[in-house]
């Protein structure tokens, strides 16, 4: 198909180009398609958190309302690294201790001091290259992102909801609606307004966490940089010999995350015009 | 388990090196940037906002492998592809060096946009004021425009090098430990915990006191730039004019 194309070059560059072409980098091509994959999936995980912490945190129940608080403040003083190479197998660890208990002896040890024993039933992913593994994989990773993220949002939301103009609530509420009407059909509503400057800033978090998914057991592009193609190849039945290549992927990774950021900011400049509509004084 | 949290302590000074390293550093480079942000001169501006805009706009994660490798593809002084024995020790390579360069780099283009906000935030009737008592520029700077930035830009820088404290934990995920001749021990706080983890399976033994150790430095970083705070605000005698630090970081990397 691209026979007139090669024919421009030549047998060094056909080479090149049928080796960037090939399987591997396809597969390093279409790693890029994750990234704005898990960027929404966390997001609305991460929304969804946001709300439900929001909520928490403005609610009049102390133990409902410390807990929100809690979890806004959690994040803040764990580097997100740390957390997302802890959340996966601790969720890991939490689905084997529950296989231990259901499927293993009676008297199966679950810990020895600290290490984990259980038994050979309680191991559940089985082999790494299934799909099973590749989509728990990648669930767990959003959850993980959406559990960091929905902090930092519900942190947002609430000075958002916390902005809403109370008159706005006491007319509704004098309109006879109830509690949950009013929060449904008029809080949340308003608060997007107040919430669009944050939750973009939200969004460029999420982008840019996802350069950390191989730390989550993801074969994304830093996985294929670092351990596939970058690394000097000297056989030439690979197709192509070449030395260390690693910092031309990660340029065009560097490349590609600054030309993200400037693409998600223009689209939310053009959002904000279009959420400001109807609203009196933003 | 003390002797975990020990562990997790002893290793925190690395994490104490790389941020106490660039933060000073950093904060040099970003009040630079932050006047090239503000200034006339259009050449100066476009160059710090597009430094600016790269850093922020990319991860660290990122920036600390691009750097490493491109470092390393320079193969300079004496990188040698592994599986030579008799490898040097390679200076620029070394986490301990190159890591701290990028983090200074990346907290400079973070704080240089905080001290530019405060810059264009400094009163402009204190500046007319000085003008008109005929300071000249330098002290005008100096005695005006200084320690008025700093003062408004303190809670937020604050945030910033909380984070950057934070981020120095993902060093170690791009850039290999250092290892010396003689084997000492230049383990930071994940690759602790990490190793922990590979010994017990249990990411809860490894990972919870880590991010415990965290917290706790955190609110001693904290503490010791309210201090700085409180000496900034020292002139405002009114308790409930100060701006009150709070610890509300709206980014990471």
Same mark, same amino acid.
């Given at each position: 198909?691209?026979?007139?194309?090669?024919?421009?070059?030549?047998?060094?560059?056909?080479?090149?180009?049928?080796?960037?072409?090939?399987?591997?980098?396809?597969?390093?091509?279409?790693?890029?398609?994750?990234?704005?994959?898990?960027?929404?999936?966390?997001?609305?995980?991460?929304?969804?958190?946001?709300?439900?912490?929001?909520?928490?945190?403005?609610?009049?129940?102390?133990?409902?309302?410390?807990?929100?608080?809690?979890?806004?403040?959690?994040?803040?003083?764990?580097?997100?690294?740390?957390?997302?190479?802890?959340?996966?197998?601790?969720?890991?660890?939490?689905?084997?201790?529950?296989?231990?208990?259901?499927? /293993?002896?009676?008297?199966?040890?679950?810990? $020895?001091?600290?290490?984990?024993?259980? /038994?050979?039933?309680?191991?559940?992913?089985?082999?790494?290259?299934?799909?099973?593994?590749?989509?728990?994989?990648?669930?767990?990773? /959003?959850?993980?992102?959406?559990?960091?993220?929905?902090?930092?949002?519900?942190?947002?939301?609430?000075?958002?909801?916390?902005?809403?103009?109370?008159?706005?609530?006491?007319?509704?509420?004098?309109?006879?609606?109830?509690?949950?009407?009013?929060?449904?059909?008029?809080?949340?509503?308003?608060?997007?307004?107040?919430?669009?400057?944050?939750?973009?800033?939200?969004?460029?978090?999420?982008?840019?966490?996802?350069?950390?998914?191989?730390?989550?057991?993801?074969?994304?592009?830093?996985?294929?940089?670092?351990?596939?193609?970058?690394?000097?190849?000297?056989?030439?039945?690979?197709?192509?010999?070449?030395?260390?290549?690693?910092?031309?992927?990660?340029?065009?990774?560097?490349?590609?995350?600054?030309?993200?950021?400037?693409?998600?900011?223009?689209?939310?400049?053009?959002?904000?015009?279009?959420?400001?509509?109807?609203?009196?004084?933003? | 388990?003390?002797?975990i949290f020990l562990d997790y302590f002893?290793?925190?000074?690395?994490?104490?090196?790389?941020?106490?390293?660039?933060?000073?550093?950093?904060?040099?480079?970003?009040?630079?940037?932050?006047?090239?942000?503000?200034?006339?001169?259009?050449?100066?501006?476009?160059?710090?906002?597009?430094?600016?805009?790269?850093?922020?706009?990319?991860?660290?994660?990122?920036?600390?492998?691009?750097?490493?490798?491109?470092?390393?593809?320079?193969?300079?002084?004496?990188?040698?592809?592994?599986?030579?024995?008799?490898?040097?020790?390679?200076?620029?390579? $070394?986490?301990?060096?190159?890591?701290?360069?990028?983090?200074?780099?990346?907290?400079?283009?973070?704080?240089?946009?905080?001290?530019?906000?405060?810059?264009?935030?400094?009163?402009?009737?204190?500046?007319?004021?000085?003008?008109?008592?005929?300071?000249?520029?330098?002290?005008?700077?100096?005695?005006?425009?200084?320690?008025?930035?700093?003062?408004?830009?303190?809670?937020?820088?604050?945030?910033?090098?909380?984070?950057?404290?934070?981020?120095?934990?993902?060093?170690?995920?791009?850039?290999?430990?250092?290892?010396?001749?003689?084997?000492?021990?230049?383990?930071?706080?994940?690759?602790?915990?990490?190793?922990?983890?590979?010994?017990?399976?249990?990411?809860?033994?490894?990972?919870?006191?880590?991010?415990?150790?965290?917290?706790?430095?955190?609110?001693?970083?904290?503490?010791?730039?309210?201090?700085?705070?409180?000496?900034?605000?020292?002139?405002?005698v009114r308790v409930g004019d100060r701006?009150?630090?709070?610890?509300?970081?709206?980014?990471?990397?």
């Amino acid at each position: 198909m691209f026979d007139w194309f090669l024919g421009l070059w030549s047998q060094e560059w056909q080479e090149f180009f049928i080796y960037i072409a090939g399987g591997k980098h396809q597969a390093f091509y279409r790693s890029f398609l994750l990234i704005p994959l898990v960027t929404v999936l966390g997001g609305v995980i991460a929304l969804i958190f946001g709300i439900a912490g929001a909520s928490a945190a403005r609610s009049k129940n102390i133990i409902s309302s410390s807990l929100g608080k809690l979890y806004i403040n959690m994040v803040r003083g764990i580097p997100d690294v740390l957390f997302f190479v802890f959340f996966p197998l601790a969720m890991s660890l939490v689905i084997k201790i529950i296989r231990t208990w259901l499927l /293993c002896e009676h008297d199966t040890l679950l810990f $020895d001091g600290i290490n984990f024993v259980g /038994c050979e039933s309680s191991n559940f992913i089985g082999s790494p290259n299934s799909t099973f593994a590749y989509a728990y994989n990648l669930g767990v990773a /959003c959850l993980s992102f959406g559990i960091v993220f929905g902090a930092f949002a519900a942190n947002v939301i609430r000075g958002a909801m916390d902005a809403v103009p109370l008159a706005q609530l006491e007319t509704a509420h004098a309109f006879g609606f109830s509690d949950r009407q009013v929060f449904w059909r008029f809080h949340v509503p308003q608060m997007w307004v107040y919430a669009w400057g944050g939750l973009a800033n939200i969004w460029m978090l999420i982008i840019k966490a996802t350069s950390l998914l191989s730390l989550l057991g993801i074969q994304e592009a830093v996985w294929w940089a670092t351990a596939q193609l970058g690394p000097p190849q000297n056989r030439a039945a690979v197709g192509y010999i070449h030395g260390d290549w690693t910092v031309y992927y990660f340029a065009i990774l560097f490349i590609f995350y600054i030309g993200l950021t400037f693409v998600s900011e223009r689209g939310f400049a053009i959002g904000r015009k279009r959420i400001g509509r109807g609203m009196v004084a933003v | 388990m003390i002797e975990i949290f020990l562990d997790y302590f002893w290793a925190a000074r690395i994490n104490l090196y790389y941020a106490g390293l660039s933060l000073p550093l950093g904060f040099i480079f970003a009040i630079f940037l932050a006047i090239g942000l503000t200034g006339d001169n259009k050449l100066t501006q476009r160059m710090s906002s597009g430094f600016v805009y790269v850093f922020r706009g990319s991860p660290l994660f990122i920036q600390l492998y691009l750097f490493y490798y491109a470092v390393r593809a320079t193969g300079w002084p004496g990188y040698r592809p592994p599986g030579s024995f008799d490898r040097p020790y390679d200076f620029l390579l $070394d986490a301990l060096v190159l890591a701290p360069v990028v983090l200074l780099l990346n907290t400079a283009a973070y704080s240089a946009i905080i001290f530019a906000n405060a810059l264009r935030a400094v009163p402009r009737g204190d500046i007319e004021a000085a003008d008109a008592f005929g300071f000249s520029a330098r002290k005008k700077f100096w005695r005006i425009t200084w320690p008025t930035m700093l003062r408004i830009a303190w809670p937020a820088y604050t945030n910033e090098a909380i984070f950057l404290f934070l981020s120095t934990a993902l060093v170690y995920a791009s850039i290999p430990v250092t290892t010396r001749p003689g084997g000492a021990n230049y383990k930071d706080v994940l690759v602790t915990a990490n190793d922990i983890m590979e010994k017990s399976f249990n990411p809860f033994a490894a990972y919870l006191p880590a991010m415990a150790v965290f917290v706790v430095l955190t609110l001693i970083i904290f503490f010791f730039f309210g201090l700085v705070n409180a000496h900034l605000n020292r002139h405002l005698v009114r308790v409930g004019d100060r701006p009150r630090l709070s610890f509300r970081p709206n980014f990471i990397r």
